[in-house]
């Protein structure tokens, strides 16, 4: 009895071996860690559509905590380099900033922009448009990963606008694998397509930069 035992036990062993392993559920805050090159090889590559956008969808900037700071502001107060004063209602006066893109420092801030590391647009057109209110709405406010959204001079938002890699990269050279990364975490975060342009870009990139090991978590 006890070696029928063993081989049933045995057989059960080898039966959890060699089964083929369950995937592990990939809904929202399941964390992920992997080479960002494998990251990028994983997108959906659709076509993209601007139909339908409108910015007003993504509800922003919102004070999600009830703390009195909205969006902007936490992003100012996470990445300014020197503490800005805080008055009434999370009015900031002073503090500077670093602005990557374009390797400058922002004094005041006034003149800062917080750039949505995949625009808004572009966002839609990679899959936001399909989704819910709430969802944009979280989209549009993602303090969850600080890759996400970023204070930056207006002049390079601006320049920015809605482009995706395919025709834009920050200005400042030493700043483009770092863009290339984050673009295609948010893009992983998020869920979201690229389109056969910007997969060519995302790739050409892939060869010139570090093939970082990157780590997320779903929002969606």
């Known amino acids: 009895m006890r070696i029928l035992a063993t081989l049933a036990a045995t057989g059960a062993a080898l039966a959890t071996l ?36 409108q910015r007003s969808e993504f509800k922003h900037w919102i004070d999600a905590d009830k703390d009195g700071c909205n969006t902007r502001a936490e992003v100012l107060l996470e990445e300014a380099v020197e503490a800005p004063e805080i008055t009434g209602r999370c009015t900031l006066v002073g503090g500077v ?6 390797d400058t420092y922002i004094h005041g801030a006034r003149g800062s922009d917080i750039d ?24 549009a406010n993602d303090l969850g990963d ?7 001079t207006a002049r390079s938002n601006r ?15 030493a700043n483009r694998c770092e863009y290339f990364t984050y673009w295609v975490v948010v893009k992983g975060r998020w869920r979201m397509a690229i389109d056969p342009a910007e997969q060519t870009a995302l790739q ?4 010139q930069c570090p093939n970082e090991t990157v780590t997320y978590e779903t929002a969606r």
């Open 159 to 173: 320049s920015k606008a809605d482009q995706d890699p395919a025709t834009w990269m920050p200005p400042s050279e």
């Open 146 to 152: 600080p890759r996400s959204l970023i204070a930056v």
């Open 18 to 53: 060699i089964s083929p392993a369950r995937a592990a559920p990939d809904g929202p805050g399941t964390s992920h860690t992997l080479p960002v090159r494998s990251l990028l090889d994983s997108l959906p590559v659709k076509a993209e559509t601007r139909d339908g956008y």
């Open 97 to 102: 900033w670093y602005s990557p893109y374009d």
């Open 204 to 207: 050409a990139l892939a060869d």
């Open 116 to 139: 949505h590391r995949v625009p808004l647009a572009e966002a839609h057109d990679s899959g936001a448009g399909d989704w819910t209110a709430a969802e944009r709405e979280a989209y």
